[in-house]
């Protein structure tokens, strides 16, 4: 399981190396740069599936199971 994810904030565009909870999606963030406040896109469960260049660890194991099963 992959918990480190590059976000990239949709108002100001920077990126920063964030930790993933692997227990719990991220609704809110905080961007540290510009401090406009990310949640996600409609239909994503947190602002990593929607503003990161990977999934939160949760979509990643719900995505493991179904392929091992």
């Known amino acids: 399981m ?3 994810a590059n976000l990239k904030c949709p108002k100001c565009g ?3 190396k ?3 909870p692997t227990d719990s999606c991220v609704y809110f963030y905080e ?3 510009c401090k406009q406040v990310i ?3 409609k239909g994503d469960c947190c ?3 929607s503003y990161a260049d990977i ?3 949760p ?3 719900q995505r493991y199971e179904h392929r091992s099963n």
């Open 47 to 49: 602002v990593f599936c």
């Open 31 to 33: 961007c540290i740069h």
């Open 2 to 4: 992959i918990t480190k």
């Open 14 to 16: 920077y990126l920063q």
């Open 39 to 41: 949640k996600p896109k």
């Open 55 to 57: 999934s939160c660890p």
């Open 18 to 20: 964030v930790e993933m």
């Open 59 to 61: 979509i990643q194991a």
